[in-house]
T-cell receptor, first 111, second 116 residues
Framework: GNSVTQMEGPVTLSEEAFLTINCTYT??????LFWYVQYPGEGLQLLLK?????DKGSNKGFEATYRKETTSFHLEKGSVQVSDSAVYFC??????????FGTGTSLTVIP | EAGVAQSPRYKIIEKRQSVAFWCNPI?????LYWYQQILGQGPKLLIQ????????DSQLPKDRFSAERLKGVDSTLKIQPAKLEDSAVYLC??????????????FGNGTRLTVT
């Protein structure tokens, strides 16, 4: 079947620290992979995506590389800001554009 | 472009009452989704429409939940009767193409339901 496993939070970092949020997946076929971000009181927003193996998605300083050999799509950012505080969701989509989400990782960045 | 619109933003009802949520997807988006997000969890798919046909409703509790998408545009999700465990945020999302799995989801801000 299809599923996504994320590292559990919450994660608390100081401003300018390096961020990694781990994500691994199980899927049939060749899924597309996504990271979504959810700010308080809002819906999920697409952060970045990758559609095939070895693709790197990037946006707003965040990056993630689609690793088929390790079935992973870890999210990284070199220097986090207070404004990055949010909940981050890893997701995959498969046949018929059906999406499967991880449980989310809460990030708090302190000044 | 205008985003996915949902209403109401908040709703408080007593158990056994009924409630309805409305969603207007992004113009031209063929696929519409309803998700349930319980506090501290990821979104769980309730139902997926492609135009006005149902693609997947396997996780929709059909004894109490119903959804429709009239004319392949707006959609309504109804709960009748509500239970305490239905307290959650109900998210509507849309995507441009249903058959392609490269189309990202665009989410509305959700409706926060509290059942007392």
């Amino acid at each position: 079947g299809n599923s996504v496993t994320q590292m559990e939070g919450p994660v608390t970092l100081s401003e300018e620290a390096f961020l990694t949020i781990n994500c691994t997946y199980t899927a049939t076929g060749y899924p597309s992979l996504f990271w979504y971000v959810q700010y308080p009181g809002e819906g999920l927003q697409l952060l970045l995506k990758a559609t095939k193996a070895d693709d790197k998605g990037s946006n707003k300083g965040f990056e993630a590389t689609y690793r088929k050999e390790t079935t992973s799509f870890h999210l990284e950012k070199g220097s986090v800001q207070v404004s990055d505080s949010a909940v981050y969701f890893c997701a995959l989509s498969n046949t018929g554009n059906q999406f499967y989400f991880g449980t989310g990782t809460s990030l708090t960045v302190i000044p | 472009e205008a985003g996915v619109a949902q209403s109401p933003r908040y709703k408080i009802i007593e158990k056994r009452q009924s409630v309805a949520f409305w969603c207007n997807p992004i113009s031209g988006h063929a696929t519409l989704y309803w998700y349930q997000q319980i506090l501290g969890q990821g979104p769980k798919l309730l139902i997926q429409f492609q135009n006005n046909g149902v693609v997947d409703d396997s996780q929709l509790p059909k004894d109490r939940f119903s959804a429709e998408r009239l004319k392949g545009v707006d959609s309504t999700l109804k709960i009748q009767p509500a239970k305490l465990e239905d307290s959650a945020v109900y998210l509507c999302a849309s995507s441009l193409q249903g058959s392609s799995y490269n189309s990202p989801l665009h989410f509305g801000n959700g409706t926060r339901l509290t059942v007392t």
